[in-house]
Structures are given as structure tokens and as C-alpha cells.
């Protein structure tokens, strides 16, 4: 079956450089969600946007962006990188409905590591 | 952010044996999600759970949906060296929100030969 696709898997930036990270999600699924994880720490959300309008937003900062375009894929955009910013980002994204019922059921992808140097 | 108490915290196990992980919260949540997690990869979901009461199998492995929406368990039968990784129970609180994942701190689980 079809997975939630990143790219690029592996990143190294500097400090102060930019970095966008892409995410396709499942066929048909609609919602993607953002999510950050540090060594050592369950994912922590950063932003998710439901047919292509910002949904909720979570810890994610002034120095990001995202949006959600019109084939459902969705782009991170990371400016005036810092080392706290190296952790691996994962995209998930959920069905519209299942049985008829929405669930927001997420399916992770396999992540992009970003190391800011 | 809020997480979830998820125990125990690792797990050093014998091949063969059973294992059973627990998450609680102090809120309610509609859904339970049940993931494992290897180094460097991304969360792989084993098991959703929708409804107060539900119990699901996947394989060797088995879920519940507490009754009273503040937790659930996941078991998993006769462990095998490939089940080493990180569990992660994660809950949402409503439905149809795109609302984001509320996770537990984590099982680390080992399993010796």
C-alpha cells in the first residue's frame, strides 16, 4: 500500500540557512500534520492543515512556515536555521473518512533528518 | 506539551515471553492509536482503537480501548527479536478536527535470545 513520502530523507544545513522539506501524503488523504522529534522524545506537533487551510498549530516557530497545496502535498519551510533545529521531522497524514466516520487516524512517514551545523 | 503516562518506561524480555505496556491520561480521548517506532524511522501505527470498550487484535498483537476513555493497553504474544523498538501510545481528543496527536512518553522494549 501506498506511505506518506518526504524527501529528502537526509539534510545538513548551517546556521542561518534555510531548509524546505516536502511531504506527499497517502492517495486520498487530505489532513497532513507536522511533528518534530528530538533525540530521545516522542514526536512533539508543530502544524496541520486540513484541504489546503492551516488547522491547528502547535509548538512550531516564527521561523517556520508551512502551507498545503492544491494536490494535498505539503511543504515546511525552515528560515534562519538554528542547532536546536536538528531533530528528525516527520509528516503524517489521515483519510478523509473511514466507515463513513472521520477519524484523523495518522500514518507517519519516514521522516527527514535535518542537521543544522 | 501534555503527554500521556505510558509504563513501563523499557523492557528487557526473553524471546518467547509476553509483554503488555499501558498508557493513562487524565483526559478523555475518542481515539487510541498504538505505534512502534524504530531508530531514525518514522512511526509505523499497529493498532487503532475508536471506541470506549474496544479490544483489537493485530496478529500477535492486542489492544483495548479503555472503558472509560482515559487508557488503554497494548499485549504482544510470544515476542520475537523484530519486535525490539519504541511503543508509542498517542490519543486524540476529537474527531474530525485534524487534530494533533497527543503521545505517551514511550516503552522501550528489548528482547533477548
Known amino acids: 500500500a501506498a506511505g506518506v513520502i518526504q524527501s529528502p530523507r537526509h539534510l545538513i544545513k548551517e546556521k542561518r540557512e534555510t531548509a524546505t522539506l516536502k511531504c506527499y501524503p497517502i492517495p486520498r488523504h487530505d489532513t497532513v500534520y507536522w511533528y518534530q522529534q528530538g533525540p530521545g522524545q516522542d514526536p512533539q506537533f508543530l502544524i496541520s492543515f486540513y484541504e489546503k487551510m492551516q488547522s491547528d498549530k502547535g509548538s512550531i516557530p516564527d521561523r517556520f512556515s508551512a502551507q498545503q497545496f492544491s494536490d494535498y502535498h505539503s511543504e515546511l519551510n525552515m528560515s534562519s536555521l538554528e542547532l536546536g533545529d536538528s531533530a528528525l521531522y516527520f509528516c503524517?497524514?489521515?483519510?478523509?473518512?473511514?466507515?463513513?466516520?472521520?477519524?484523523?487516524?495518522?500514518?507517519f512517514g519516514p521522516g527527514t533528518r535535518l542537521t543544522v551545523l | 506539551g501534555q503527554q500521556l503516562n505510558q509504563s513501563p518506561q523499557s523492557m528487557f524480555i526473553q524471546e518467547g515471553e509476553d509483554v503488555s505496556m499501558n498508557c493513562t491520561s487524565s483526559?478523555?480521548?475518542?481515539?487510541w492509536l498504538w505505534y512502534k517506532q524504530d531508530p531514525g524511522e518514522g512511526p509505523v501505527l499497529l493498532i487503532a482503537l475508536y471506541k470506549a470498550g474496544e479490544l483489537t487484535s493485530n496478529g500477535r498483537l492486542t489492544a483495548q480501548f479503555g472503558i472509560t476513555r482515559k487508557d488503554s493497553f497494548l499485549n504482544i504474544s510470544a515476542s520475537i527479536p523484530s519486535d525490539v523498538g519504541i511503543y508509542f501510545c498517542?490519543?486524540?481528543?476529537?474527531?474530525?478536527?485534524?487534530?494533533?496527536?497527543?503521545f505517551g512518553t514511550g516503552t522501550r522494549l528489548q528482547v533477548t535470545l
Open positions: 503524517a497524514s489521515s483519510p478523509e473518512n473511514y466507515r463513513g466516520l472521520r477519524t484523523d487516524t495518522q500514518y
Open positions: 483526559s478523555i480521548f475518542n481515539t
Open positions: 498517542a490519543g486524540l481528543p476529537l474527531t474530525g478536527t485534524a487534530s494533533k496527536l497527543t
